[in-house]
């Protein structure tokens, strides 16, 4: 393979090779042959839409610490409040949009900067897959709730909460079944077939690049940006491409839970979803994991009549119900996540629990403000102080979260987004 892509020409050359040689297919093939020696750490990222009921879901400011009394949209988290930390007065400076809560949450992005109409950056789930990302078959999951109004239901654009390193949407799957069949169902197809089908691929590839050589000829200098970010496409292909190399020789592992059914939706598809990536952690098929969650078949499954729109400006009455009710719903799943992270035992004997490193939140408070994030983190895998409310200075970045969560489990990017330094308040 390295031999043939080494008779590429010119920009081709220059182009595909770096990255090959980087990233490439050795590197893939010998990971994908070999098990963690320990239990490896991962990161989970749980985003809802529209934020939460202000008044009861936050704990009291002036309660800080272990010692604080447990607010009622949060009270079926109760018997692990010695797993969870609630974190006050993160917030995303750039961030104001009433209505986005997953699209610049990951990011920290100023989506007007350099005098643009939208633009991102990557999402803190992708920097984690870049590094862990060659040990899995799949270097991150995304996970997009099945709600007809996902793109309106307080999300904000962007095909799942992930965001590649040119700040362009990830797509994610929106279907328990389908993650189930990416997961566990085997490939029929031949081995000599798909392997013919690679080559394709490949020439299809070469074709492609040498068309773009040509193209750069004659290229005025205002597309060079246009003609980098095409390049970065074509680099991505190529990972794609050496991936599917090294891993198809690897049969995918036993599934742990049967096959879910077609269509859940709301809570049921909540609880399933929480099942199926609990199992991607057990078999190391990924160790990044996104889903934003859905928010009108939540309600609907609650017998809520009150639109999710509707629920989130919320005022004494109907509306207030409606999303109190959603609150405690969701604490309900998280706290049902927790149990069986916790009983989920790795080869080495210990909890599931002690290596993942998990958020929950939303980068939306209430109704449209956009200050203070509900946050919440669990889990051992990043070394987190965990059973507190931790309240930090007020408009601390959320992105110094991020990176603090990045470095403890071992991804050490010097910033992200609009970090300013991890913060040694959370850390064990």
């Not at 490939?187 to 040509?214: H, I």
Request: proline letters at 7%.
């Amino acid at each position: 393979m390295k031999t043939r892509r080494h008779i590429l020409r010119s920009s081709s050359a220059l182009i595909a090779l770096p990255f090959l040689e980087s990233l490439g297919f050795n590197r893939f093939a010998s990971a994908a042959s070999r098990a963690p020696a320990s239990p490896p750490r991962r990161m989970v990222f749980l985003g809802m839409g529209y934020g939460v009921t202000e008044d009861s879901w936050f704990p009291s400011e002036d309660q800080p610490g272990a010692d604080y009394d447990m607010p009622p949209g949060l009270q079926p988290l109760e018997r692990h409040r010695a797993d969870f930390s609630i974190v006050q007065q993160l917030s995303n400076r750039w961030s104001r949009s009433g209505h986005e809560g997953s699209t610049f949450w990951l990011t920290g992005a100023n989506q007007f900067e350099g005098g643009a109409t939208f633009r991102n950056s990557i999402s803190a789930d992708q920097v984690a897959a870049a590094a862990f990302g060659r040990h899995t078959r799949f270097p991150s999951i995304q996970l997009s709730g099945a709600d007809p109004d996902m793109g309106h239901a307080g999300h904000g654009p962007g095909l799942s909460m992930a965001w590649d390193a040119r700040g362009k949407p990830v797509a994610g799957l929106n279907s328990p079944l389908d993650l189930y069949h990416r997961l566990f169902s085997p490939d029929n197809t031949p081995l000599a077939d798909r392997q013919k089908l690679l080559a394709q691929k490949r020439s299809v590839l070469d074709a492609v690049l040498e068309d773009a050589k040509d193209l750069q000829r004659g290229l005025a200098s205002n597309d060079v940006e246009k003609l980098g970010e095409y390049f970065d496409s074509i680099r991505d292909i190529e990972t794609r491409l050496v991936r599917d190399e090294a891993w198809q020789n690897v049969p995918k592992p036993e599934a742990p839970v049967p096959e879910p059914p077609a269509g859940p939706v709301g809570k049921d598809e909540v609880e399933v979803i929480y099942d199926l990536m609990i199992a991607a952690m057990q078999t190391d098929s990924t160790r990044v994991l996104t889903y934003r969650q859905p928010i009108s078949t939540l309600l609907t499954s609650l017998g809520v009549k009150v639109a999710a729109h509707d629920m989130s400006h919320y005022s004494p009455g109907e509306r207030r119900e409606a999303s109190q009710r959603r609150d405690l719903a969701q604490s309900e799943l998280l706290a049902g996540f927790l149990d069986r992270l916790k009983a989920t035992r790795e080869v080495d004997g210990s909890r599931l629990f002690d290596h993942v490193s998990l958020v929950y939140g939303s980068n939306l408070r209430s109704v449209h403000r956009t200050e203070n994030c509900p946050t919440i983190l669990s889990g051992g895998g990043a070394g987190v102080k965990l059973g507190h409310n931790l309240v930090m200075p007020g408009n601390t970045p959320l992105c110094n979260a991020w990176l603090t969560l990045l470095h403890g489990v071992g991804v050490k990017t010097r910033r992200h987004g609009d970090s300013t330094g991890i913060l040694t308040t959370l850390q064990a």
